[in-house]
């Protein structure tokens, strides 16, 4: 019955689609013999049903129907001919499936049949695999079945674009490394993402062969400085120091952050993130491919990354070279900064006196910065400059809480001298940007004289102590950064900081200005305790609805019939008037306790970016 209203050619395409299902069906769970009527549904007058029926006959591996599903592969619907080409892969997949328990061995036919669906599958790459993704991937499946590995790779060479791509598809599905004969032409980048994202070890050195900056591809060539990276000889080495050298700038940085992790790669690979890690190795073929080029790197547009390169790669021959650079004042100070911290880790020394006191008088802020860090307090040209550079914490902060911390390892009687005098600055001026420095220093020194100045200040009225040492001195980028960035506080969520209008579904007033409508501690007191000073229109209400459910959040709009609610999630939520049985006042929609996700240092810098909107 199901076999007549399926094959009949005055019958409704909607109930032969449905006959062709239970059809398959029957076959697959019953073990009832339908493969002839699906077969011959394969070239039925509906496209719908002509699919189906492909679909059922490679899922149940109906062999005889192999000619209908060939005929099929030229169907003008683009669906059932998707379906036939699947189906012939079904027919002939190279791991076993099962159906009913039990294995399904692929169909076997004759070699010239087999040769007859293959030129078929070739054509129906050629013809319609170009511009339908869903097409050629039906035909990449059909080629890895109905071909061997070689067979595939002599379509590198093939006119048809279409078919060298559906061809390497192929073989990338069969892991072979025949993958490398596409290493060429408009199938190269795509042969490289093969070899490296799927790790085809044995095509890697055909890879790594290429040569990167001939490479016009930027992922092909990626991939080509990785394969370089994972082979590991001195050649591969000097490679990726050339394409550092003369590469594109993306390139270039990639070819440096390689040639920097040769010995110590970590277990991730650096393109796809994929676990694979490298067995240890030696990094002296490394370290010398940059040496040769180490002074021109420093020169390039990649600096900063030959930089980090040396540091990981822990030569000091590479040393001189980053001290002649640290002594180009025309650099970039940031660059210096960073040669110089790199120069002290490579050479295993100490800054040198006389240098030390050289870079203190630096015109780059960063460079001095490092190089207080690391001169000897001791050595009186180094210790003479401490007590000025703290003075000067107005001008530098960073700089000058650098110098507090050096001033520490000296004698007490220099740092006692200098905390009492920078106290005394800190009452007459009421802020003092190392405010936290100075009271964590004058804690730890003790004494009758940095106790009773620190008594002294503790009793001026306003805030407590510890809070009126975060009124001052942070960093606006960094509390800017905190601000977006930090998951835990949620900043963004609630406030917007560019201007008014911003505000529109936040729960939170606008922050633009706000720098200017309240003092610093006025500031402090809204992150330390939001609800002492709710802002107009921002705190919550609780309402007890009708059914004696909860709502909460802050009353947008009222009117004699309607009250609208922004929760605090940012959606709007409408209640009648008469489902409100009673309301209360609630909270600041702004949580309490913010402030013990952050240090004293953040909350300083918090404070400080709030400061700058103005």
């Not at 394969?227 to 050298?245: F, I, N, V, Y």
């Not at 009687?413 to 200098?418: I, L, N």
């Not at 940095?450 to 009126?468: I, T, V």
Request: proline share 6%.
């Amino acid at each position: 019955m199901l076999s007549e209203l399926a094959l009949d050619p005055e019958g409704d395409g909607l109930a032969q689609l449905h006959a062709t299902w239970a059809l398959a069906v029957a076959q697959r769970r019953a073990g009832q013999s339908n493969s002839a009527v699906l077969g011959a549904l394969v070239t039925h007058r509906s496209a719908a049903v002509r699919a189906a029926a492909a679909r059922a006959v490679g899922e149940l591996r109906i062999g005889e129907a192999r000619a209908q599903l060939v005929r099929g592969l030229k169907d003008s619907d683009a669906r059932a001919a998707f379906e036939c080409a699947v189906a012939l892969a079904r027919l002939r997949r190279r791991d076993p499936l099962r159906a009913l328990g039990r294995p399904m061995a692929p169909a076997q036919p004759p070699a010239a049949d087999a040769q007859a669906v293959r030129a078929a599958l070739i054509e129906f790459a050629e013809l319609r695999a170009g511009n339908d993704a869903y097409l050629a991937h039906a035909a990449a499946l059909a080629l890895a079945a109905w071909s061997s590995d070689e067979e595939l790779a002599t379509h590198a060479g093939a006119a048809s674009s279409a078919l060298r791509r559906v061809a390497l598809e192929a073989l990338r599905r069969t892991r072979s490394p025949l993958v490398a004969r596409f290493l060429a032409g408009d199938t190269l980048a795509d042969a490289a993402r093969a070899i490296h994202d799927d790790a085809l070890e044995a095509a890697e050195p055909a890879l790594a062969k290429l040569d990167a900056l001939a490479t016009p591809d930027l992922a092909a060539a990626r991939r080509v400085l990785a394969a370089r990276w994972r082979r590991g000889d001195d050649e591969d080495a000097r490679s990726l120091t050339r394409a550092g050298l003369a590469g594109p700038p993306e390139l270039a940085r990639l070819a440096l952050a390689l040639l920097g992790a040769w010995a110590d790669s970590g277990p991730l690979d650096p393109i796809t993130g994929l676990w694979r890690p490298l067995p240890a190795r030696d990094a002296a073929p490394a370290r010398e491919a940059l040496l040769a080029h180490f002074e021109a790197l420093l020169s390039s547009a990649v600096a900063s990354q030959a930089i980090d390169a040396a540091r990981r790669l822990r030569g000091p021959e590479l040393a001189p070279s980053l001290l002649a650079f640290v002594s180009n004042a025309q650099r970039d100070g940031a660059l210096r900064a960073n040669a110089l911290e790199a120069w002290i880790e490579l050479s295993g020394a100490t800054l040198p006196a006389a240098l030390g006191a050289e870079l203190l008088e630096d015109p780059a802020p960063q460079v001095r910065r490092v190089a207080l860090a690391h001169a000897d307090p001791a050595d009186p040209r180094v210790a003479e400059r401490l007590a000025p550079l703290v003075r000067a914490c107005d001008e530098d902060a960073s700089l000058a809480r650098v110098a507090l911390a050096r001033l520490a390892a000296g004698p007490r009687e220099s740092r006692e001298a200098v905390l009492l005098v920078e106290m005394q600055r800190w009452r007459e001026r009421g802020e003092h940007p190392l405010a936290l420095e100075l009271i964590e220093l004058s804690r730890t020194l003790g004494g009758a004289p940095l106790e009773r100045a620190l008594a002294e200040l503790g009793a001026q009225p306003g805030p407590a102590l510890e809070e009126r040492a975060l009124l001052a001195g942070g960093d606006p980028a960094a509390g800017k950064q905190l601000f977006e960035q930090r998951a835990a506080l949620e900043c963004l969520r609630c406030h917007a900081t560019a201007r008014p209008g911003d505000s529109e579904g936040k729960v939170g007033p606008s922050l633009a200005g706000v720098g200017a409508r309240l003092a610093p501690a006025e500031l402090l007191e809204s992150i330390l305790r939001p609800n002492a000073s709710i802002a107009e229109s921002y705190g919550t209400v609780v309402l007890v609805l009708d059914d004696e459910s909860l709502a909460s959040g802050i009353v947008e709009r009222e009117d004699d019939s309607t009250l609208t609610l922004r929760t605090s999630d940012g959606e709007r939520r409408e209640l009648r008037q008469e489902w409100i049985e009673s309301r209360r006042v609630g909270l600041s929609a702004m949580p309490e306790g913010l402030a013990q996700r952050l240090t004293a240092p953040e909350l300083r810098d918090l404070v400080a970016y709030l400061r700058s909107l103005r």
